[in-house]
């Protein structure tokens, strides 16, 4: 049997859960990442031909 | 409260009488040339794959350089530009209650300008009078009957600029201290982009005019191309304005959300208002007679607008993720599989925004001085348009067919439909991705654009890139089959689909969104702000280049 003190602090995580923005940091990341590597290939066969 | 039925009628007709059978008749009107449009521009995108590809070899009544004029113009100009003011119409006459009766004549207007201007453009280019790719850079001399054809385009394009600009206007002068709907605060800006983007290429087709009917000898080369990007570049962000106010307002609602802050899709769309026009220069970048602190400032800019993109990006993935876990998702990345993947409502855009992370990566690539030596004028860039513009827009658009449609022609979207279009949507991604990206690849091992045969004799680089094209090919196959599912579908759902109401899909804000401030709709100052923009920009270096101009060229023909 929970406490309601449990209960409370459980709800609290859902809640927590249903407003977190942890998966938008994460796909921010890969849009950041996506931009740098295919900035880098480049730039590397750029500096290969010069 | 209960509301009386006239009282309902008086504050939101729509929601009673659904749209105005006459303003749908004026969006209506602008899809069913869209859509004619990409059937004809899909037919010669095929033609041109399957002739890089040495599969085919086209008559001798046709040449390379003609077909390619003509997809270029047809799918670029012409389809673009009739989709986005059939939806914008619609969206404007949703928001505001209806067109003035003014404004209809001017959407007709408009309308007939630019079918004839359309017309006369593509008989020349049918007659092989106008094979000067739709970017028509001087020397390339066509028919001024082309030129004339432009024009008309173009002054169909200011109607309908007039006539959004006085519906606003009049709502605005009834609604003291309201701010606008959001969709009408898009269609302003579109409009107000399309007018200032128009005026440079203008300019430069009035003084094509008369030097390609021998009356005057010679052009400044170098001040058409620099008018012309003037242009083509704000085109561009014209497509990216349209697109995304479909996934700010339509999307969240489709996948039962609410939208983002109403401010910050407000400070995103003046921020591409504002910043837009003076990126021209990227398409220029190793063009002589543009000093290279002018080159900088353009690379600047355009590097710029990355920012309201990556607002935009950030704020799409926060209604995903908040509408997601609403619904249960759970974990990391657990909302993803919450979103409604078998709607083609949403799937159709989805892809359209997944696709503009690789297309907007690749554009900053593109913009970057020593990266575009490696890319400038090869198949990379035409692989990175189809990217941008081939998915992230057009796939939007195909998406939103599958509403706007239906709801114009008071019919319904059938589960069959729906199904139709998931599976229109996955062809279209597949063929794009094996076109677009073996274009990508072939472009980074030297393949030129806009090039019908490029054996060289049979060298073993030009050998190299037999194999990408033909992937081409392949891609494009699949793209001409995507194009007819679509075409069908639209005119299926135009006229045959079962009667019945469609929900225009316009998302709510949160519940504890705070309005949008009224500053947002000072747009007198933008425009001033925009003015000031494109005159630090291009005020000096055109000034230049009249100035210092080296000997004009008179009209070429290398056709
Ligand atoms: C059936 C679908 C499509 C196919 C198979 C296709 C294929 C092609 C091919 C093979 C080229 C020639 C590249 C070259 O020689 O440089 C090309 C160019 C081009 N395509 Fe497409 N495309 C399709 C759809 C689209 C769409 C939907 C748009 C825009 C809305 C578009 C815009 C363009 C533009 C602007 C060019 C460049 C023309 C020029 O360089 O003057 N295409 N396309
Ligand atoms: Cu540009």
New binding site residues.
């Given amino acids: 049997m929970k406490t309601t003190e449990a209960i409370k602090s459980e709800k609290q995580l859902n809640n927590d859960d249903e407003k977190s923005l942890r998966g938008t940091l994460v796909s921010v990341g890969f849009v950041a990442a996506v931009i740098v590597v295919m900035w880098v290939a480049v730039f590397w066969i750029y500096m290969e031909r010069v | 409260m209960e509301q009386s039925l006239k009282e309902t009628i008086r504050q939101d007709p729509k929601k009673i009488l659904g749209v105005n059978p006459l303003d749908a008749k004026v969006s209506l009107s602008y899809l069913t040339v869209a859509f004619v449009s990409?059937l004809i521009?899909?037919i010669l995108?095929?033609v041109?794959?399957l002739e890089?590809a040495g599969l085919i070899d086209l008559p001798s009544w046709l040449n390379y350089y003609q077909v390619?004029?003509a997809?270029?113009l047809l799918?670029?100009l012409v389809?673009?530009a009739t989709f986005s003011i059939g939806y914008l119409y619609a969206n404007l006459s949703h928001a505001l209650g209806g067109l003035l009766p003014k404004v209809r004549k001017f959407a007709w207007v408009g309308f007939v300008l630019m079918i004839i201007g359309v017309a006369m453009a593509v008989t020349m280019i049918v007659l092989n009078e106008a094979s000067v790719?739709?970017?028509f850079y001087p020397p390339l001399a066509a028919h001024p009957i082309f030129y004339i054809g432009l024009v008309f385009v173009v002054l169909g394009i200011w109607a309908c600029c007039a006539g959004v600009f006085i519906n606003y206007r009049h709502w605005r002068k009834n609604h003291p201290g309201q701010v606008t709907p959001l969709l009408a605060y898009f269609t302003m800006a579109v409009f107000v982009l399309w007018f200032f983007a128009t005026i440079g290429v203008t300019i430069e087709v009035f003084t094509l005019i008369p030097w390609s009917m021998g009356l005057v000898e010679t052009t400044n080369v170098m001040v058409g191309r620099t008018l012309f990007w003037w242009f083509g570049h704000t085109l561009v962000n014209i497509w990216y304005l349209v697109a995304i106010s479909a996934w700010y307002v339509f999307v969240p609602k489709i996948i039962g959300g609410r939208h983002f802050s109403d401010k910050l899709i407000r400070l995103v769309v003046i921020l591409v208002v504002v910043l837009n026009i003076p990126g021209g220069f990227h398409h220029q970048i190793i063009d002589p007679a543009i000093s290279q602190s002018i080159k900088f400032l353009h690379v600047f800019m355009s590097l710029s607008i990355a920012v309201p993109s990556l607002m935009t990006a950030f704020a799409m993935f926060a209604v995903f993720e908040r509408t997601g876990r609403k619904l249960g998702g759970k974990g990391l990345l657990g909302w993803l599989k919450k979103l409604p993947w078998g709607d083609v409502r949403f799937l159709a855009p989805m892809i359209a925004m997944i696709s503009f992370i690789f297309g907007g990566a690749g554009g900053i690539v593109n913009t970057s001085n020593q990266l575009n030596q490696v890319i400038h004028n090869t198949?990379w860039v035409?692989g990175h348009?189809?990217i941008t513009?081939?998915v992230s827009?057009?796939l939007t658009f195909f998406g939103i067919c599958y509403w706007l449609i239906p709801y114009l022609a008071k019919r319904k979207l059938t589960p069959k439909m729906n199904k139709l279009g998931i599976i229109q949507t996955v062809i279209w991604t597949v063929g794009m991705i094996i076109?677009s990206g073996s274009m990508h690849i072939v472009g980074l091992l030297g393949d030129p654009?806009?090039?019908s045969d490029t054996t060289y004799g049979g060298h073993e680089a030009a050998a190299g890139w037999i194999p990408f094209e033909m992937l081409?090919a392949v891609?494009?196959t699949l793209?001409?089959i995507?194009?007819i599912i679509q075409v069908y579908a639209v005119f299926n759902m135009m006229f045959f689909a079962p009667k019945g109401l469609t929900e225009y899909p316009v998302a709510e804000p949160e519940d504890d969104a705070t309005p949008a401030p009224m500053w947002t709709e000072r747009w007198g100052l933008w425009i001033v702000l925009l003015l000031a923009v494109v005159a630090m920009a291009y005020v000096v270096p055109i000034v230049d280049m009249i100035l210092n101009a080296p000997p004009g060229s008179p009209p070429i023909r290398t056709w």
Avoid: I, N, P, S
């Fill in positions: 990409l521009g899909g995108g095929l041109q794959g890089r390619l004029t997809h270029g799918l670029l389809f673009t790719l739709y970017t198949m035409v348009f189809h513009v081939g827009v057009v076109m654009r806009r090039t081409f891609g494009a793209l001409l995507g194009v």
